[in-house]
Nanobody
Framework: QVQLVESGGGLVQAGASLRLSCALS????????MGWFRQAPEKEREFVAT????????RYLDSVKGRFTISQEKVKNMVYLQMDSLKPEDTAVYYC???????????????????WGQGTQVTVSS
């Protein structure tokens, strides 16, 4: 079984930075693609960033390119989302997710992910 736990959310002013963390635990060793998604009130969940198993591929939502960076520490089973120059429109619940079927791809479709965390709230004030 795979469990994902996000942390690092909070309330910040526009222009500030936050780093979200996702701790992954698994009862069996597997390869994963990891992703970050977000969902704002009354909006659909949207893809934010993804990184494949060995870190050779990353993809980002256009509106966060140059501001957000996804990274991972395999030894610690951690995935991070560094968010800089935050804007009010980045306000959402952020979720990390794991895709065990396409570990070498950089997967952007939420329906392709197998496991999800509980989410962490990010609020950016203007």
């Amino acid at each position: 079984q795979v469990q994902l736990v996000e942390s690092g959310g909070g309330l910040v002013q526009a222009g500030a930075s936050l780093r979200l963390s996702c701790a992954l635990s698994a009862s069996t060793l597997r390869q994963y693609t990891m992703g970050w998604f977000r969902q704002a009130p009354e909006k659909e969940r949207e893809f934010v960033a993804t990184i494949n198993w060995n870190g050779s591929r990353t993809r980002y939502l256009d509106s966060v390119k140059g501001r957000f960076t996804i990274s991972q520490e395999k030894v610690k089973n951690m995935v991070y989302l560094q968010m800089d120059s935050l804007k009010p429109e980045d306000t959402a619940v952020y979720y990390c997710a794991a895709d065990i079927h396409q570990p070498w791809a950089a997967v952007t479709a939420a329906e392709d992910y197998d496991y999800w965390g509980q989410g962490t709230q990010v609020t950016v004030s203007s």
